[in-house]
């Protein structure tokens, strides 16, 4: 069974720092290209950053290009996100998502909320 489980979320202020762990089972994670997606209270989804397999390739959204990097470590099968110079704007239910040609895996998310 294919699981990801999302970590690291909490309160910060602005201007703070968090990084988020996405511990992933049930797959070969190594050989998988990577995913963070985020939904802020009362919006829909966005694409945060993808990361892909090997390491090779790392993509951002325009809102988060360098404060944001995404990294993994193949040996424990988990996915991060470092975030720094954290905003309101970046307030949300944080995922990390496999999406592959059949479908995609998801993780239950975890919450940032940025404080001022």
């Known amino acids: 069974e294919v699981q990801l489980v999302e970590s690291g979320g909490g309160l910060v202020q602005t201007g703070g720092s968090l990084t988020l762990s996405c511990e992933a089972s049930?797959?070969?994670?190594?050989?998988?290209?990577m995913t963070w997606v985020r939904q802020a209270p009362g919006k829909g989804l966005e694409w945060v950053s993808t990361l892909s397999n090997g390491g090779v390739t790392t993509t951002y959204v325009d809102s988060v290009k360098g404060r944001f990097t995404i990294s993994r470590d193949d040996a424990k099968n988990t996915l991060y996100l470092q975030m720094s110079s954290l905003k309101s704007d970046d307030t949300a239910v944080y995922y990390c998502?496999?999406?592959?040609?059949?479908?995609?895996?998801w993780g239950q998310g975890t919450k940032v909320t940025v404080s001022s």
């Open positions: 049930g797959f070969t994670f190594s050989a998988w290209t």
């Open positions: 998502a496999n999406f592959h040609g059949s479908g995609s895996y």
